[in-house]
């Protein structure tokens, strides 16, 4: 299932907003869902009101028929009355089984493994694909300082980078950048842009980006003397 444009109530201010929201999340059909998923980068609320991010709370499923796994989530605080979310698991449930071919309909498919919460259903995706659970607080660690620099101000920004500067490195960066595309897909192009202001201005406050500068210059000057050849 495509995402819907829709507007749901921010959970901050209750301003309504516009949220592309995504609810099956079916590797069979779409290979990206995964990585998708596991990164977080769906359902993103970016209110011009309050500036509150999260995402969006709404029922989902996750498909990965190589490894036999159905999961479901309907989040706690929607207060859904249980035949409501078993007809909302059910209709998402028929769509992903409709579109297997019948070798492909299996018996796991009529045992979904629900899940409570948003991160705890990635994290059974995650240790489906072999990730343990130290690997995860690592990476949850990361994100987390992710969020923490793209909400700082601009005045905070240097002395933060020097009280985490062995913690900006190549997947600090990647996962900012990350961040910058899933915001900007989401129709946030100024909480983008702040995303990658904050990733350039880091780059001139950290070791990381000192080296990575150094090596630049060093590959340019090399090219440099290859064209005076």
Known sequence: ???????????????????????????????????????????????????????????????????ELLLTLVPMELGLPQAEQEKIIGRMMNEVINRLPPEKRKGYLLNPRPALTLPGMIERVLEGEGVTKEM?????????????????????????AKAHDADLDYTFFQLLALSAEATAASGSQAGAQRMLAVRDRLLDLSSFGAQAKKQQQAFEDAARELQAL
């Open 1 to 67: 299932m495509p995402p819907l444009r829709t507007r749901v109530a921010c959970p901050n201010c209750r301003t309504p907003v516009a949220v592309n929201l995504e609810q099956v999340f079916d590797v069979a059909q779409d290979p990206s869902a995964r990585n998708r998923f596991i990164g977080g980068r769906f359902n993103a609320i970016h209110c011009p009101n309050c500036r509150f991010q999260g995402q969006a709370s709404t029922p989902l499923l996750y498909h990965d028929p190589d490894k």
């Open 136 to 160: 995860l607080e690592a990476q949850r660690a990361k994100t987390q300082l992710v969020q923490k620099f793209a909400t700082a101000s601009d005045e905070d920004l240097p002395g933060l």
